[in-house]
């Protein structure tokens, strides 16, 4: 027979550490060039672009007093979803947000409580754009037509 309480422990947990990740990527786009930060770093760059951020979600982490038993497996985590998903990372984090919508690289909306609101962020080109859709597909098991 399973514990209710250690259920509903391990959803608490969950919530918490959601709302952590998209509380630090929201810190981390205010803190960081965008350009950089939603950048998709080629195999030169990439030991510098995950030290970097690294190094500044760390920062964050301790300008809040928050302490994660697992910190480097988080940290990892984060820089996996900002490296698949850039610039959408955060409203995929987002609670409130229902839906993300990318029409172009320049736009690109969510919604929330039913109405549309264009983000800020960007993508570097077309190709960005559907390289984002494709990477989306891929990781929910789907295929681009």
Known sequence: MSDPLKKKNKR???????RLRYEL????????DSQWLYSSPD??????????ITETLTGILRERKVKLRGEDK????????????????GALLDPTVSEIMIVGPAKIYVEREGKLERVPQ???????????IRNILHHNHREAE
């Open 25 to 32: 990527l929201v810190q981390l786009d205010e803190v960081m």
């Open 43 to 52: 195999a030169d760059n990439m030991d510098e672009w995950k030290d970097d």
């Open 12 to 18: 608490s947990s969950a919530h918490l550490l959601q």
């Open 74 to 89: 988080f940290l990892r985590e984060l820089l996996r979803i900002l490296q698949i998903y850039g610039p959408i990372s």
């Open 122 to 132: 960007r993508l570097p080109s077309e190709n960005a754009s559907v390289q984002l």
